[in-house]
């Protein structure tokens, strides 16, 4: 068997990493893939935001499966395109996608379907936007309607800092993402996500976890990828999980209704507000870091899990998870999410593997041609421990990250604090 993962982060070194578990020793390709997914796989270097290049290496080099990691290539219709070709794929076609690329459609679907989220109005004028503004006042949040890496989104406590937030959607920052923006009413309460596998008929929760956006400690500082995350999250009850996957039912029960054919994963990111859980927004993925917590608590093998869902026959899965704990630490490039160096050496990543239950997954990692694995992107590396309590996987977590060097590295202190 052979398995393409394209995608060059942490998530997809954590799903190279549970596919070469699997049962079926798949041979793995990752496109391009990074220096820890060189370990486990055949990197591929590519242009993955173009999907004709993904078609011509797969016609060159057939595969029994495609895993598409990040939203750009979905957005853009790889899904599609693998169809025509006779690929099976694990994530949505484009129309599927457009759930995490147009947070307007994703509105006005919930709208449609009464799925609980904040009530939210789409612009494609700064005049009318802020027009609203003006009436509606602050806090509120602030979207560029589409694709904008991560950057797209502004939660304002002053009224001067979301009519910034739309003109620079306006102004063109953010292109062709930010024509429209939509603008909603800021829900209080703790952010957990819930992921499901689904194939557009059977959906299979994973487990929740609890990502931490913000670049510093304490929630402070700006907004990022994520900063580090933890599996169980103690403060979702047995209710407010329920409820979260019936939310997840839901979606696709109105998916299907739509004639919108989804297979992949569902990421709902929620919060859990005093009224229940409200989706603050969608992804058509695995998300990053999530899925460096939750992956390698998946005892059920993946290879089995992704063909299912891309074959239309995921009820014939049953997902088994460990009961331990996962915390996963990112060490990112001094000065992320703004301007920071790259190319810088990175050691200690042996000794740091050598903690009890501890996994470093790569991010923006490469390694020279003289064979030095060095830093290439914000986010380094997700150092994630597993451990039998939250508590013991961050004493873990935290013993392996001391271990590890470059220069002007930075991360948080209290990834999962908040859960003990
Ligand atoms: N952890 C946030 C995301 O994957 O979008």
């Given at each position: 068997m052979r398995i393409l993962v394209v995608g060059g982060g942490g998530r997809e070194h954590a799903i190279v990493s549970a596919l070469s578990r699997s049962a079926h020793k798949p041979d793995l390709y990752c496109m391009p893939g990074n220096g820890g997914t060189a370990m486990l796989a055949v990197n591929v270097p590519a242009e993955i935001d173009d999907p004709a290049t993904i078609i011509t290496w797969v016609e060159n080099n057939p595969v029994d499966l495609v895993v598409v990691g990040p939203e750009g290539p979905l957005v853009t219709g790889l899904a599609n395109m693998l169809a025509v070709a006779g690929v099976p794929c694990f994530g949505p076609k484009a129309a599927g996608a457009e759930f995490e690329g147009s947070k307007l459609f994703a509105k006005q679907f919930m709208e449609r379907h009464g799925i609980p989220t904040a009530k939210a109005e789409g612009f494609d004028s700064k005049d009318e936007a802020f027009a609203y503004l003006e009436e509606h006042g602050a806090p509120v949040v602030v979207k560029a309607d589409g694709l904008a890496a991560g950057k797209g989104v502004t939660v304002a406590f002053e009224l001067s800092d979301a009519k910034l937030a739309a003109e620079i959607?306006?102004?063109?920052?953010?292109?062709?993402?930010?024509?429209?923006?939509?603008?909603?009413?800021?829900?209080?309460?703790?952010?957990?996500?819930?992921?499901?596998?689904?194939?557009g008929e059977t959906v299979l929760p994973m487990l929740p976890a609890q990502d931490h956006k913000r670049a510093l400690d304490g929630d402070a500082g700006p907004n990022t990828g994520g900063m580090g995350v933890y599996t169980p999250v103690p403060s979702v009850s047995s209710e407010a999980l329920a409820e979260m996957t019936a939310i997840l039912e839901r979606t696709v029960a109105g998916m299907r209704e739509e004639g919108i054919d989804y297979r992949g994963v569902l990421y709902g990111g929620f919060v859990l507000t005093a009224e229940g859980p409200k989706v603050l927004e969608y992804n058509a993925r695995f998300g990053d870091p999530e899925t460096q917590v939750v992956l390698p608590l998946l005892k059920t093998d993946l290879v089995d899990v992704m063909m299912a869902t891309a074959e239309k026959r995921l009820s014939e899965i049953?997902?088994?998870?460990?009961?331990d704990a996962a915390v996963s630490v990112v060490l990112a490039s001094g000065g992320y999410p703004a301007d920071y160096?790259?190319?810088?050496?990175?050691?200690?990543?042996?000794?740091?593997?050598?903690?009890?239950?501890?996994?470093?997954?790569?991010?923006?990692?490469?390694?020279?041609?003289?064979?030095?694995?060095?830093?290439?992107?914000?986010?380094?590396?997700?150092?994630?421990?597993?451990?039998?309590?939250?508590?013991?996987?961050?004493?873990?977590?935290?013993?392996?990250?001391?271990?590890?060097?470059?220069l002007a590295m930075q991360y948080r202190t209290d990834i999962g604090l908040k859960a003990l």
């Open positions: 959607c306006f102004n063109g920052d953010f292109g062709e993402a930010g024509e429209v923006v939509v603008i909603e009413d800021y829900l209080e309460g703790p952010e957990c996500s819930l992921l499901a596998f689904t194939d049953t997902l088994e998870w460990s009961d160096e790259t190319d810088l050496p990175i050691t200690g990543i042996e000794a740091a593997e050598q903690v009890e239950g501890v996994t470093v997954f790569h991010a923006g990692t490469t390694i020279q041609e003289s064979g030095t694995l060095v830093t290439s992107g914000g986010r380094v590396l997700n150092v994630t421990a597993v451990a039998p309590t939250l508590a013991e996987a961050r004493t873990r977590a935290y013993e392996a990250v001391e271990r590890i060097d470059f």
